[in-house]
């Protein structure tokens, strides 16, 4: 497993959690999605062999949030 913390700027409530938790937990290989909205991060345990970081960057740019 790998774990990856990506800053994310717009969350600001409940459904930005909801939003980025659910698109990203889809993925194939992710085991855990947390979200810190206070810090705009959200971390990621994964398998790098069935997803990669730009992909979940991608799915979470995708719920219209910025991923740096």
């Known amino acids: 497993m790998e774990q990856v913390t ?11 959690v909801k939003a980025v938790e659910g698109s990203v937990g889809t993925l ?15 971390t990621v345990d994964f398998d ?8 979940i960057k991608e799915v979470i740019d995708e719920e219209g949030y910025d991923v740096e």
């Open 48 to 55: 790098g062999s069935k997803v990669s970081v730009d992909k």
């Open 28 to 42: 194939d290989g992710v085991q855990t999605v947390q979200v810190d909205l206070s810090a705009g991060k959200v």
């Open 6 to 16: 990506l800053n994310v700027g717009g969350m600001s409530c409940g459904h930005c």
